[in-house]
């Protein structure tokens, strides 16, 4: 099982910025999918974003055009740049990587925005 570490959740006012890290060990970090999930109150966790060993990207709707998914691949760590964020991106942030059948979760960091 790959252990997956992320930091850098916490309370913002609305229409500022966060960024989430994800540390990983470079055999995860080469061969795995890795993403963002996150999970609001009273809701199903939902895909936010993914990011291949070869660096392409895909977002959902709602966050497409205000986050950023990238890697540093010295550091073996992957990042979601969060700006202009909303209320409405409360939620439990999750690291997800994925080599199938191997499917690996992080712990969550916990990210506020208040209006």
């Known amino acids: 099982q790959a252990q997956l570490v992320e930091t850098g959740g916490g309370l913002v006012q609305a229409g500022g910025s966060l960024r989430l890290s994800c540390a990983t060990s470079?055999?995860?970090?080469?061969?795995?999918?890795m993403a963002w999930y996150r999970q609001a109150p009273g809701k199903q966790r939902e895909f936010v974003a993914f990011?291949?060993?070869?660096?392409?990207?895909n977002y959902s709707d709602s966050v497409k055009g205000r986050f950023t998914i990238y890697k540093d691949n010295a550091k073996n760590c992957m990042y979601l740049q969060m700006n202009s964020l909303k209320p409405e991106d409360t939620a439990v942030y999750y690291c997800n990587a994925v080599n199938w059948p191997n499917n690996n979760w992080g712990q969550g960091t916990q990210v506020t925005v208040s209006s």
């Open positions: 470079g055999s995860v970090f080469s061969q795995y999918i």
């Open positions: 990011i291949t060993t070869g660096g392409s990207t």
